[in-house]
């Protein structure tokens, strides 16, 4: 139990030190208008980081039991949403590969003739 508590600070603190959106509108916050507006800028973030998570728990909570009654349903409907999506994805790449080299022709373009 112990390791996995490890484990999950670990993975929470590579997240927390990725730079995205967030992280950028807090640096400019600071370079604008001080540290201290920054660090409520974070604080703030992070609160509202904690509140979607606890958000997402509760719901998951109360959702799950409902879940596990339909298990089997739920892996055959997922499983076959899988599959569609990956004879979409098979679908659509040649149909796009065949358009591409089109798009690329034009005068002068002497490149297999």
Do not use: C
């Not at 201290?36 to 998951?60: E, P, Q, R, W």
């Not at 997922?78 to 690329?104: D, F, I, K, Y």
Request: proline share 4%; charged share 10%; hydrophobic share 65%.
């Amino acid at each position: 139990m112990a390791g996995a508590i490890w484990k999950a600070l670990l993975f929470g603190a590579v997240l927390a030190g990725s730079i995205g959106p967030v992280a950028l509108l807090i640096f400019g916050t600071a370079a604008n208008r001080g540290l201290a507006a920054g660090a409520f800028a974070a604080a703030g973030a992070a609160l509202a980081d904690l509140v979607y998570a606890l958000a997402a728990f509760m719901v998951g909570a109360l959702v799950l039991p409902l879940l596990a009654a339909h298990e089997t349903g739920v892996r055959i409907a997922s499983a076959s949403m899988l599959v569609a999506l990956g004879v979409l994805m098979l679908l659509r790449r040649p149909a796009e590969a065949a358009a591409a080299p089109a798009q690329g022709r034009g005068r002068g373009n002497a490149v297999g003739h």
